[in-house]
């Protein structure tokens, strides 16, 4: 498990990250391409992916507050991976991050009105399996013995 945090190449986490972010892609290409016939599969995939990111973010909230009795948890760290998180992992979230934030955004303006647009909700995973992986992987500095 150690070396599992270290690297974080094998964390399901990350996996969700790139796997979620190749699926978008291909959904909203095949969306955009033929609304008609691929636009409820955006939709759902969409709303999916902000389903499980709405999760992941109740999880990291409780996982940090779980962690700051015994550790200095900040939300920058916690929500951002800031100096939390090795740059490998940080790169990884947030290139992941802004290919699919592109992605949604980019099909959504040119299928506006239609399922397509639920693509914008997508990145929401993104943003919870960052923060999770945070709460239970990142760094953190340990609390004093400073009663205050």
């Not at 951002?80 to 802004?98: D, G, N, S, Y």
Request: aromatic share 12%; proline share 3%; hydrophobic share 55%.
């Amino acid at each position: 498990m150690q070396g599992e945090q270290q690297s974080g190449g094998s964390s399901y986490l990350v996996r969700i990250a790139w796997q979620s972010t190749f699926m978008l892609l291909m959904f909203a290409v095949a969306g955009v391409a033929a609304p008609d016939n691929f636009g409820v599969a955006v939709a759902v995939l969409s709303l999916l992916m902000f389903g499980l990111g709405l999760a992941f973010l109740l999880l990291a909230l409780l996982g940090g507050l779980r962690r700051s009795r015994m550790e200095e948890v900040t939300v920058a760290g916690l929500f951002l991976l800031h100096e939390t998180a090795p740059k490998k992992i940080q790169r990884l979230f947030l290139w992941c991050l802004v290919f699919q934030l592109v992605t949604g955004f980019t099909a959504a303006g040119l299928r506006p009105y239609t399922e397509i647009a639920f693509a914008i909700l997508a990145p929401t995973v993104l943003f919870g399996s960052a923060a999770l992986w945070s709460a239970q992987h990142g760094s953190f500095t340990g609390r004093g013995n400073d009663p205050s």
